[in-house]
């Protein structure tokens, strides 16, 4: 069995996000999803903020900020999806997020499609050649 950097948290937050989907299911509005995960994840005790806005820089020089979804136990980022399917491009968009926050885990985690679809993002540096997470240095 894998084990992966902040696997209790990860698992926490992934266990709220199948309650809320088995209650709702798809065909909300992301901000619904939104509500009700934080309403699943503060009954698990987790400790997070929403709607947290970063400053993103270029060069050391302001260009524009962003909100994340959620920053839970000020470890993993949250980001949240209400569309079809999942794609690259949103992948794509996690990772970003992590670099720009200096965040090393993040879940991406689409609740538009019949059954829940979440991925867990690393940091690329912490992946190696063969797509395999390396241990990092910081504690768990």
């Not at 929403?50 to 900020?65: A, L, N």
């Amino acid at each position: 069995m894998v084990d992966y950097k902040y696997k209790e948290i990860t698992e926490k937050i992934i266990g709220s996000c199948m309650k809320v989907h088995a209650a709702l299911g798809n065909g909300f509005q992301e901000v619904i999803y939104q509500r009700s995960l934080a309403i699943e994840m503060r009954k698990k005790g987790l400790t997070f903020s929403r709607e947290h806005e970063m400053d993103i820089f270029y060069k050391e020089e302001h260009v524009g900020t962003r909100r994340v979804d959620f920053f839970v136990e000020g470890k993993i980022m949250l980001e949240l999806k209400a569309v079809i399917l999942l794609e690259d491009v949103h992948l794509a968009q996690a990772i970003n997020y992590l670099e720009a926050y200096n965040m090393q885990i993040g879940l991406l985690i689409n609740f538009g499609s019949r059954s829940l679809q979440f991925k867990r993002v690393m940091k690329p540096a912490m992946i190696n050649k063969k797509g395999i997470s390396q241990k990092s240095d910081e504690p768990e």
